[in-house]
């Protein structure tokens, strides 16, 4: 059973679930962005427990050349650009993070407050591939981003879920 292809599809295939338990769930979208200013709206319709270890969701770009090993492998590759929550070992909580991988290294960075996704929560994902840019906005917070994208990317999202618990959900809105 190949787990990392476990992500369901309704709604005109704009809404995703992951419906296995303890599992990363991922897909891309594909639509190419290579050139031009683009707006990927997503809605959070289910995100049921922020503070659990297993709940993540990451939203981002990755590399045109590189999605198919991401899917097929769980590798984050050259040109991942994402947004997402992660569970912090050493604190023993969830965080909230952009990061990036270029030339072979990650950059991370932490933002100073909470972010979680919550329910209803509206996730924005700007990019001018003209200037090779990506900035994230949850609801109205801006949240930054990165310069120096790659000529061509798609949209990915990974959810992961709880055992037990109500699924993660998004929506492409």
């Known amino acids: 059973m190949n ?19 303890y599992l990363y769930g991922i897909i891309c979208g594909k639509k190419i962005y290579s050139r031009g200013k683009h707006v990927i709206k997503i809605k959070i319709d ?5 503070k659990n270890e297993s709940n ?6 990755i590399k045109t050349e590189n999605w198919e090993n991401f899917i097929k492998k769980n590798r984050y590759s050259e040109g991942t650009y994402f947004f997402g929550t992660f569970w912090n070992c050493r604190k023993k909580k ?3 993070r952009k990061r990036k991988k270029e030339n072979g290294k990650w950059t991370r960075e932490k933002y100073p407050e909470k972010i979680f996704f919550k329910k209803n929560d509206i996730f924005t994902i700007f990019l001018d591939m003209d200037q090779k840019k990506i900035s994230f906005k949850i609801n109205e ?3 930054e981003g990165w310069e120096n994208l790659p000529e061509k990317v798609n949209f990915f999202a990974v959810l992961r879920n709880q055992n037990g618990e109500e699924k993660n ?3 492409i809105i």
């Open 94 to 96: 969830l965080q909230s």
């Open 169 to 171: 959900q998004i929506t």
């Open 46 to 50: 289910q995100f049921p427990n922020p």
């Open 56 to 61: 993540r969701i990451r939203l981002g770009v």
């Open 3 to 21: 787990w990392l292809n476990q992500i369901k599809l309704k709604n005109e295939n704009k809404t995703a679930w992951n419906p296995s338990d």
């Open 141 to 143: 917070k801006n949240l």
